[in-house]
């Protein structure tokens, strides 16, 4: 099975830590969170990943070429950020002849098994399947609404009015005609903003408990490195 893991992203709200290190590889727990992704990837049994690259990227490719793995790992330079939606389109042809693949965002750290979400997906009829946690913060994230069926009803990335406390862990398994959804003259495209909302009433959405921060600001970051090293 096959992934995108996007890393390109420039890492802002973590200045001035990422003016000289990508996000990607901020060390959290004895590790850079990517390894991190590259542990559960390997016990979800993904065999080729994508990581897309701009901010540092030979920093990236260096730190990748000292994990134990046997994950076939592709690149692709993002000279100009094409947005996480972008770049799946960009990238069409690494997956047009899977079943499904997982989409994941690097920003985030947790404990959520990969298997487990696609166990949940493979006994869905939609193309889409979705990662939701539960947030205090609705208003800062994409929130869902879900019907008996475990589909996605309702989508609003970052709510001035939120409806639901459920929010997009950043973490998706997709068909590889979902990337068809995204319009090609529409890039820097996003995946909250451009991708998800066409798939309402078309997508499920998987509510777990496990641990899941998003390591985009210092608090967070903090927070991160004090609660991981005790999450068992």
Same mark, same amino acid.
């Given at each position: 099975?096959?992934?995108?893991?996007?890393?390109?992203?420039?890492?802002?709200?973590?200045?001035?830590?990422?003016?000289?290190?990508?996000?990607?590889?901020?060390?959290?727990?004895?590790?850079?969170?990517?390894?991190?992704?590259?542990?559960?990837?390997?016990?979800?049994?993904?065999?080729?990943?994508?990581?897309?690259?701009?901010?540092?990227?030979?920093?990236?490719?260096?730190?990748?070429?000292?994990?134990?793995?046997?994950?076939?790992?592709?690149?692709?330079?993002?000279?100009?950020? &094409?947005?996480? #939606? +972008?770049?799946?389109? *960009?990238?069409?042809?690494?997956? %047009?002849?899977?079943?499904?693949?997982? =989409?994941?965002?690097?920003?985030?750290?947790?404990?959520?098994?990969?298997?487990?979400?696609?166990?949940?997906?493979?006994?869905?009829?939609?193309?889409?399947?979705?990662?939701?946690?539960?947030?205090?913060?609705?208003?800062?994230?994409?929130?869902?609404?879900?019907?008996?069926?475990?589909?996605?009803?309702?989508?609003?990335?970052?709510?001035?009015?939120?409806?639901?406390? &459920?929010?997009? #862990? +950043?973490?998706?398994? *997709?068909?590889?005609?979902?990337? %068809?959804?995204?319009?090609?003259?529409? =890039?820097?495209?996003?995946?909250?903003?451009?991708?998800?909302?066409?798939?309402?009433?078309?997508?499920?959405?998987?509510?777990?408990?496990?641990?899941?921060?998003?390591?985009?600001?210092?608090?967070?970051?903090?927070?991160?490195?004090?609660?991981?090293?005790?999450?068992?």
């Amino acid at each position: 099975m096959k992934a995108f893991l996007l890393t390109a992203g420039l890492g802002t709200r973590l200045m001035p830590i990422t003016n000289t290190l990508p996000k990607c590889l901020v060390e959290i727990g004895g590790k850079p969170l990517i390894h991190w992704w590259f542990d559960a990837m390997e016990q979800a049994g993904i065999t080729e990943v994508l990581i897309n690259l701009h901010h540092f990227p030979q920093q990236v490719k260096d730190f990748v070429t000292t994990i134990e793995t046997s994950i076939k790992v592709h690149y692709f330079m993002e000279e100009t950020l &094409l947005g996480s #939606a +972008g770049t799946l389109l *960009a990238n069409y042809d690494f997956v %047009k002849n899977e079943k499904s693949f997982f =989409i994941i965002y690097s920003d985030n750290l947790t404990s959520i098994k990969l298997k487990d979400l696609f166990e949940f997906h493979s006994a869905q009829a939609h193309l889409f399947s979705m990662a939701l946690f539960t947030t205090s913060h609705p208003t800062a994230c994409g929130i869902a609404a879900l019907d008996a069926k475990k589909t996605i009803i309702d989508f609003v990335e970052k709510p001035t009015n939120p409806t639901s406390n &459920l929010a997009n #862990a +950043g973490i998706y398994i *997709a068909h590889p005609s979902v990337i %068809k959804l995204i319009t090609a003259n529409k =890039i820097p495209a996003d995946i909250g903003f451009d991708l998800l909302p066409q798939l309402i009433n078309q997508m499920s959405g998987w509510e777990n408990d496990d641990y899941l921060i998003d390591i985009g600001t210092h608090a967070n970051l903090a927070k991160a490195r004090a609660e991981w090293p005790l999450r068992k």
